[in-house]
């Protein structure tokens, strides 16, 4: 039984760079969540898809945008990188938007210079 | 808006021995769920447990249990016979009963040291 699984796992861009990040859901999981975790934080919610619509947003800007695919996986696209970006990226699946718990995957470190 | 307040960014604890993790959130909520995460060096969160705010007998897995005070919005983590494998970081998250969007507020996170 497949986890949820993200690529790439280390991945080092320049600020102005445009980056996709990927995510497949545990099997049987149809909603797929994102978060940032920065250096010594927990992590905060970046926005959720369900049926290929974006389905809540946290405070993030617009530069922060995603996809859903008909095999429920996961785009999370960041334009114009900042510094400020460079975080542990993950993602989360649920069968439902509504459900817990969330599974995890290991996560995409992102380092922006 | 939710916040989750964890004020113990370290805490260690000898094999075999207690420890207890302090949490507290702030919400308006009457029904929400909480979750103590297990996040080890190998960066995955694992899903320690988890309580119900309607339930009021305290979650129990294992040698992981909770202490959970509804009026003062505290949500504790007990860890009974502590073992090498349980050093990580431990994240409370908070998350609403209600809504169509399963949206996790987390703690900063507590770091679990394990000594011999």
């Known amino acids: 039984d497949a986890g949820v699984t993200q690529s790439p796992t280390h991945l080092i861009k320049t600020r102005g760079q445009q980056v996709t990040l990927r995510c497949s859901p545990k099997?049987?999981?149809?909603?797929v969540s994102w978060y940032q975790q920065a250096l010594g934080q927990g992590p905060q919610f970046i926005f959720q898809?369900?049926?290929?619509?974006?389905?809540q947003r946290g405070n993030f800007p617009d530069r922060f945008s995603g996809h859903q695919f008909p095999n429920y996986s996961s785009e999370l696209n960041v334009n114009a990188l900042l510094l400020g970006d460079s975080a542990l990226y993950l993602c989360?699946?649920?069968?439902?938007?509504?459900?817990?718990?969330?599974?995890f995957g290991d996560g995409t470190r992102l380092s922006i210079l | 808006a939710q916040t989750v307040t964890q004020s113990q960014p370290e805490m260690s604890v000898q094999e075999a021995e207690t420890v207890t993790l302090s949490c507290t959130y702030d919400?308006?909520?009457?029904?929400?769920?909480l979750f103590w995460y297990k996040q080890p060096p190998s960066r995955q969160m694992i899903l320690v447990i988890r309580?119900?705010?309607?339930?009021?007998q305290n979650a129990t897995e294992n040698r992981f249990s909770v202490n959970f005070q509804k009026a003062a919005k505290s949500f504790s983590l007990k860890i009974s016979d502590s073992q090498l494998g349980d050093a990580a970081m431990y994240f409370c998250?908070?998350?609403?009963?209600?809504?169509?969007?399963?949206?996790?507020?987390f703690g900063t996170g507590t770091r679990l040291q394990v000594t011999l």
């Open positions: 099997s049987g999981h149809d909603t």
């Open positions: 898809y369900y049926e290929e619509e974006e389905r």
């Open positions: 309580q119900e705010a309607y339930k009021q």
């Open positions: 919400t308006s909520e009457s029904d929400y769920y």
């Open positions: 998250a908070y998350r609403a009963y209600t809504g169509t969007a399963s949206k996790l507020t």
């Open positions: 989360a699946s649920s069968l439902g938007p509504s459900n817990q718990p969330q599974h």
